[in-house]
């Protein structure tokens, strides 16, 4: 039996989120759908930041 | 008055007719008028007494005197003047009884014999600074003052000699001697050795050094084991500040560009008066007035306020980039951390308005940082985290190495340090693994991934606290309070 974490195991009432493994898939595609726009923002002000650091002299 | 004027450690006692002036005659080879002043506008508010120790061999003046001031015609000497501050009148017999004085030590500060800056390695103990409001990150240092062990805590101060180094090396010394200092995975490095540190990544020579870029500062992080990060105020914009901030809160220094000059924050002050005017949901950083900054062209431990007029000439607004070192093993940096916290708080299913009526009826404060779980775990039971389940939970659970954190609270609570839950993170996750969120406590329900935790897919369990959860302080150990 492979070992769990003890709060879990002594049933302190904890429950499923998640209905079922279609609606958690559900859940995680459609969040990650609205993460992505700002990370591909994210992605793209490192570049900048980075091309940006090549160019900051310090004297 | 004087003790043993003529030793190898006389002990400068400020009283009518001795002061800084005679410590400086103590060690007239050594320290200049400008040096200090600097020590003076750092110490002077709480030094009566300075322990002045001759033929001291650093090893930092020591590593950039043999690779690079030897090889001049006119030589400096290759020792340094220790100076050891006290904030009470010392004698001789006291200096070599740790107990008699380690409580009013307030640190040392190497001086060298080079120009025109004279400061060498300097540790000023926090205790000097008690009352300035300010959180800040911090190290520890013993010292042998002739056998006598003495211990300081502060922020690494040096600056540049003007040929080895400058201003960019300064600022990186002063970050990795911190790093080195607190923790043993990072190795101690020597002003000359960080000049190497950028020798691939040059075009003509190393030195005497005309500075770095920060692309320069970066790759030399690397090298000392970093995975360093860097932001552009002209990218960033609106989040520049917020995004310094955070690291700052998260324990992480940063080396600060500012215009033809680069500086290191270690800590930050908030006006917590300011929760009162909270509209909606704010980041902590919108109270955040000032940094405490090292700049090496003056002295340590300086303020630098938001719209400046501080002790640094500097504001806000003059920060135009920053790097910040991170550990090899932190893979989401901030900006991404705080776009996936705040589409969790907006979702249908695991936000605010879903979950949490408590949180949803009013304002809302958020906190983030990064911190090791062997810290945090370590605060859970001083912490009580609202409810005797989440605490044993935590407690339990395997996490990862390092976790981003978001604490939730309303302005009343933060106001008293307090919050009301978190969102947990998994900071070793690739940015695009939307399902790295390890725990959403609420005060009404706990979710927790056990998927994860065991090492197998995400797995969330949802855990009923609403008949015991109260408002519990927040985490404080990245900083110490000053």
Known sequence: MSPTVDVFCNNHGGKKFFSSNEDYEAFRVKFGETLRPELEKNREARRQSEEAARMRCIA | ?482
């Open chain 2, 1 to 482: 008055m004087i003790h043993n004027p003529k030793s190898l450690l006389p002990v400068v006692i400020f009283d009518e007719t001795d002061s800084w002036d005679s410590v400086r005659q103590c060690c007239s080879d050594y320290l200049d008028q400008p040096g200090q002043r600097r020590l003076e506008a750092a110490l002077s508010a709480n030094t009566k007494g300075v322990a002045v120790e001759h033929h001291y061999i650093d090893k930092d003046y020591r590593d950039t005197f043999s690779n690079f001031h030897s090889k001049r015609f006119s030589t400096p000497v290759s020792r340094c003047v220790r100076l050891h501050f006290f904030n009470r009148a010392v004698s001789p017999d006291e200096l070599k009884e740790t107990a008699s004085i380690q409580g009013n030590y307030l640190g040392y500060s190497v001086i060298r014999p080079t120009r025109p800056n004279s400061i060498g390695r300097t540790l000023i103990d926090f205790k000097n600074y008690t009352g300035l409001g300010v959180y800040v990150c911090s190290c520890r240092e013993k010292v042998s003052l002739q056998g006598t062990e003495l211990e300081v805590e502060g922020f690494p101060f040096i600056s540049q000699d003007g040929d080895a180094t400058v201003c960019a090396q300064s600022a990186l010394w002063m970050t990795a001697r911190y790093y080195s200092n607190r923790y043993s995975l990072y190795p101690e490095t020597y002003p000359f050795q960080l000049t190497q540190l950028s020798k691939d990544y040059s075009i003509g020579r190393l030195y005497p050094s005309t500075g770095l870029t920060m692309w320069q500062l970066g790759e030399s992080l690397r090298q000392l084991g970093f995975s360093p990060l860097a932001y552009s105020r002209s990218t960033y914009k609106g989040d520049f500040d917020r995004l310094l901030y955070t690291y700052i809160e998260s324990g992480i220094p940063v080396i600060a560009g500012v215009p033809g000059h680069v500086i290191a924050i270690f800590g930050h002050t908030s006006d917590l008066s300011l929760c009162s005017r909270v509209t909606g949901a704010v980041f902590s950083s919108e109270f955040c007035t000032a940094w405490a900054v090292n700049d090496d062209n003056t002295s340590p431990c300086e303020i630098l306020l938001k719209g400046g007029g501080g002790q640094s000439k500097f504001k806000f607004a003059s920060i135009d980039s920053f790097i910040a070192p991170l550990a090899e093993k932190v893979f989401l940096s901030a900006e991404n951390f705080e776009q996936v916290v705040v589409k969790v708080l907006d979702n249908s299913r695991i936000g605010v308005k879903a979950l949490s009526p408590e949180l949803d009826k009013g304002s809302l404060v958020l906190r983030m940082y990064l911190t090791t779980v062997r810290s945090y775990k370590k605060q859970l039971a001083l912490r009580g985290m609202g409810n005797a389940l989440v605490q044993k939970t935590y407690r339990e659970l395997p996490l990862p190495h390092f976790i981003w954190v978001c604490e939730l609270s309303t302005p009343v609570e933060y106001a008293q340090g307090k919050i009301l839950g978190e969102i947990i993170w998994d900071a070793t996750r690739n940015v695009w693994e939307t399902e790295g969120w390890i725990a959403i406590h609420y005060p009404e329900t706990l979710l927790i991934d056990v998927g994860s935790a065991l090492n197998g897919s995400q797995e969330i369990i949802n855990f009923d606290l609403t008949t015991e959860s109260q408002a519990y302080p927040m985490y404080r150990s990245n900083l110490k309070e000053v």
